[in-house]
T-cell receptor, first 113, second 114 residues
């Protein structure tokens, strides 16, 4: 089945530690995105990539890093520089044109203690 | 810059009634797309409906229709005959010029009661 997979679903980390969230898709989509969701804030864009080996910062990129070495994969690292990392993280992919919908993973709920 | 505004934090409706969820947008791109997504309490994002800026007719998908008023920059979602399973968060989103990402509003929580 084609789809987009995020892992793990729940993640707990101690403050000061870097953590990497996985996102894999087998939809052959060129574009991939990372969003952060906080209560009452909607989805805010962290990073996005339209093509392999290229990515752009979104509205809230500070404290995060990404890589796009393969078309299928777009991991997100939450670094210790991110002041408030506890949130729900959603990865998405799309064919890249303005008329095609984005497909989302199930999300990763990160809790930093 | 593009912006999506959803002004209703919460909406309440009874089963079998219709409900309209508001969405206004702002963009300088002449070509753009408007989307609605549903997010149940499980957290998954479910695509509901799409409207292109040049589409002459309002989009419809089953019980969902999009009331697109281009001059007013609004793209309201209409759910007819609400069901208990419609209780969820609903997000309006917009795509713009090539190479940009989908941007979202803050969402509206819909509660359907029996």
């Amino acid at each position: 089945d084609g789809g987009i997979t995020q892992s793990p679903k729940y993640l707990f980390r101690k403050e000061g530690q870097n953590v990497t969230l996985s996102c894999e898709q087998n939809l052959n989509h060129d574009a991939m995105y990372w969003y952060r969701q906080d209560p009452g804030q909607g989805l805010r864009l962290i990073y996005y990539s339209q093509i392999v080996n290229d990515f752009q910062k979104g509205d809230i990129a500070e404290g995060y890093s990404v890589s796009r070495e393969k078309k299928e994969s777009f991991p997100l690292t939450v670094t210790s520089a991110q002041k408030n990392p506890t949130a729900f993280y959603l990865c998405a992919s799309s064919a890249g044109s303005r008329s095609t919908e984005a497909f989302f993973g199930q999300g990763t709920r990160l809790t930093v203690v | 810059a593009q912006k999506i505004t959803q002004t209703q934090p919460g909406m309440f409706v009874q089963e079998k009634e219709a409900v309209t969820l508001d969405c206004t947008y702002d963009t300088s791109d002449p070509s753009y797309g408007l989307f609605w997504y549903k997010q149940p309490s499980s957290g998954e994002m479910i695509f509901l409906i799409y409207q292109g800026s040049y589409d002459q007719q309002n989009a419809t998908e089953g019980r969902y229709s999009l009331n697109f008023q281009k001059a007013r920059k609004s793209a309201n979602l209409v759910i007819s005959a609400s069901q208990l399973g419609d209780s969820a968060m609903y997000f309006c989103a917009m795509s713009g010029q090539a190479g940009t990402a989908l941007i979202f509003g803050k969402g509206t929580t819909l509660s359907v009661s029996s």
